[in-house]
Nanobody, 114 residues
Framework: VQLQASGGGLVQPGGSLRLSCAAS????????MAWYRQAPGKQRELVAA???????NYADSVKGRFTISRDNAKNTVYLQMNSLKPEDTAVYYC?????????WGQGTQVTVSS
């Protein structure tokens, strides 16, 4: 399985973006899928995760603003990001939780700036 993140871009503070993570194979059997991000000069961090059953957890910094979802039939995981802040600027990646090295892709850049 390969994971490809997309949907990033430049957005003003308070704006929204929807990221997609398309898997080349079935993700139905993967229990936890997640989004991570890495800002310049900082370590990569977990943003949100979702189980097969739909249980979710979020980093405190994004609770109430971001929503993770998955469509197993389409082998896709989504991250809806609302009320974006400049501190959300980072490269966003999808992977399993915990992550596996073979699944790290190039990620998608999200820049929040006026």
């Amino acid at each position: 399985v390969q994971l490809q993140a997309s949907g990033g871009g430049l957005v003003q503070p308070g704006g929204s973006l929807r990221l997609s993570c398309a898997a080349s194979g079935s993700i139905f059997s993967i229990n936890r899928m997640a989004w991570y991000r890495q800002a310049p000069g900082k370590q990569r961090e977990l943003v949100a995760a979702i189980t097969i059953g739909g249980s979710t957890n979020y980093a405190d910094s994004v609770k109430g603003r971001f929503t993770i979802s998955r469509d197993n039939a389409k082998n896709t995981v989504y991250l809806q990001m609302n009320s974006l802040k400049p501190e959300d600027t980072a490269v966003y990646y999808c992977n399993t939780a915990p992550p596996k090295g073979i699944y790290w892709g190039q990620g998608t850049q999200v820049t929040v700036s006026s």
